[in-house]
């Protein structure tokens, strides 16, 4: 297994319920590591840009208006194989379906608003990061 970079979203959500520092507790206890940290607001033109895989479905228009009706903390997480342990610490993408101890089980309300989103492989974690971040901007 290598040292990998995954690109993180603590979700309005999060924000507005000020549990960033609660999610940052599980994601650290997990063994991953914060080398990349920022809460922007999103614009409305970053959120479908980020989406744009969904941008199909049915739940693209919510997606858009959750992504950009608060502030979010973008991050990006390093650790031993740490797009898939990620995706693991965050859970099934439903709530209701994630795994006991998952952030999803843990902290989520529903589906949509799931407070928390990790790049689901290695090719487009380096495009995400990309998105927000610049080389500089990371320290680990
Ligand atoms: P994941 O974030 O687990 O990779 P997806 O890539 O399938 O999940 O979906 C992206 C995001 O879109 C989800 O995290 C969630 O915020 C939202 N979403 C997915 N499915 C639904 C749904 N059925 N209804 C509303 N929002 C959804
Ligand atoms: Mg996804």
Known sequence: MATERTFSILKPDATKRNITGAVNAVIEKAGLRIVGQRRIQMSKAQAEKFYEVHNARPFFGELVEFMTSGPVVVQVLEGE????????????????????????????????????????????????????????????
Do not use: C, L, W
Not at 82 to 110: D, H, W
């Open 81 to 140: 194989n740490a797009i898939a342990k990620y995706r693991e610490v965050m859970g099934a993408t439903n709530p209701a379906q994630a795994a006991e101890g998952t952030i999803r089980k843990t902290f989520s309300e529903s589906v949509g608003e799931n407070t928390v989103h990790g790049s689901d492989s290695a090719e487009n974690a380096k495009i995400e990061i990309a998105q927000f971040f610049q080389d500089s901007d990371i320290a680990d």
